[in-house]
């Protein structure tokens, strides 16, 4: 499967960055209606966020991800919450996240960085999510931040599990 290139996430980092109010949620109602499951898992984990502007930044970012998806051309059936929970795990697992603590937010990234091939999305989830060009993002605590990446590269790492399903593994 090829990687998605970077021009797609600028433009689509371009294009979400433009839209007004009413234009984010013509869009994110669209994508509920597409994917309900997979804006529900995102929602349940917001939830776990003190900090309400976590969530609304990574709103965006979750579109963003969801529409660079898009440019494979491939129309996908709702996920399940089985699935979804399942790439979950399994993106927990392969990183070496076990949920007990102790290990830094680089080396989960670069565990996560060999086990997920599409490297213009973590930089595009690193960015917004960790580090915004050399500034470091700022939260009230670490939790939210861990909350906010692991979430966000587990819904990429699902919808790329379901993309690979249609058009296979390979990436160029």
């Not at 290139?5 to 960055?17: G, H, R, S, T, W």
């Not at 494979?72 to 603590?101: A, C, D, M, R």
Request: aromatic share 10%; with cysteine; glycine share 4%.
């Amino acid at each position: 499967m090829e990687a998605i290139p970077k021009e797609v996430i600028d433009m689509a980092e371009d294009f979400f960055l433009h839209l007004n109010d009413r234009e984010k949620k013509n869009i994110i109602d669209q994508f509920i209606k597409e994917q309900p499951h997979l804006w529900g898992y995102f929602k349940y984990m917001m939830k776990l966020n003190k900090s309400k502007k976590v969530e609304a930044n990574c709103e965006i970012v979750y579109m963003m991800i969801y529409r660079c998806y898009k440019y494979y051309g491939i129309p996908l059936s709702p996920l399940t919450t089985e699935f979804i929970s399942l790439k979950t795990n399994e993106l927990i697992k392969l990183s070496g996240n076990n949920g007990k603590g102790g290990d830094t937010v680089k080396e989960v990234v670069d565990r996560i960085i060999k086990i997920y091939n599409q490297d213009h999305i973590l930089d595009l989830v690193y960015s917004k999510i960790i580090n915004d060009n050399g500034v470091d993002v700022h939260y009230e605590n670490m939790e939210d931040m861990a909350t906010a990446y692991l979430t966000l590269i587990a819904i990429a790492y699902t919808l790329e599990a379901e993309m690979k399903k249609h058009i296979g593994n390979e990436i160029n």
